[in-house]
């Protein structure tokens, strides 16, 4: 092969792989200008709080049933906003009229699933955070009570269908059907409750140790994983 061509096979490679794959959407063009803000103060940063920046969580689903899909975040330290699609990347803060705002503690993962099979799709979201109050670690479900003129409205059942789950510390929930039984099960992720310190680092290396059972890996988290088996 002449260099010339060479040169020129060489380019049009480098041009190929330079094509992106994905496109960025700017706020002004998508109207989602949910900023998931974490300010560290004396009190509260990643030394006193290790999961400081384990994050908030992001859900997405057909909502409303219009065939669209539409997008919930969940917060830190602000308000959860749930965005509606209205089509051609562009989505309506329905937040307020849907009451899903939440609690205002600090929030984790989102969980969307039909969680009482009335065909209108629910949210269930987790908390965890720096608090001594097991009341505001609890997490929150968010069962859809009809679609009034295309937003969905939502009441927070996490205690009455028990899975408040208070005093854990949730990272992410999943549902799915565990024992088979034709009801959705919650598999809940947990971390630690006792906060990491120097002192309990090892002043040596140790072997790392693999959790081979529940029981093993409870002895060393504090909060094991939970499966909650819905009864509706
Ligand atoms: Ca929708
Ligand atoms: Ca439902
Ligand atoms: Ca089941």
Not at 17 to 31: D, I, N, V
Not at 121 to 148: A, F, R, T, W
């Amino acid at each position: 092969m002449r260099p010339a061509l060479i040169i020129i096979v060489c380019l049009s490679a480098v041009r190929m792989h330079a094509q992106p794959l994905f496109t960025r959407m700017s706020e002004k063009q998508t109207g989602i200008s949910f900023l998931n803000k974490i300010e560290e103060d004396d009190s509260l940063n990643v030394m006193r709080y290790e999961y400081l920046y384990n994050g908030g969580g992001v859900g997405i689903a057909d909502l409303n049933n219009d065939g669209l899909d539409d997008i919930f975040f969940s917060s830190n330290t602000g308000s959860c906003k749930l965005y509606l699609n209205k089509g051609n990347f562009r989505f309506e803060d329905v937040t307020r009229l849907a009451h899903v705002g939440g609690n205002g503690t600090w929030c984790t993962g989102v969980s969307m699933a039909d969680v009482n099979g009335d065909g209108l799709m629910d949210i269930y979201v987790c908390h965890s955070g720096k608090y001594d109050d097991p009341i505001k670690l609890c997490n929150e479900l968010y069962i859809c009570q009809g679609i009034k003129e295309g937003i969905p409205v939502y009441k927070e059942m996490a205690k009455e269908y028990g899975l408040d789950a208070p005093g854990t510390q949730s990272t992410q929930a999943v549902f799915f059907d565990y024992d088979k039984d034709g009801d959705l099960d919650l598999f809940l992720l947990n971390h630690p409750t006792t906060p990491i310190t120097l002192i309990s680092i090892p002043a040596r290396p140790v072997r790392r140790r693999i959790c081979t059972s529940e029981t093993a890996c409870s002895a060393r988290t504090g909060t094991p994983p939970a499966i909650f088996n819905l009864q509706t």
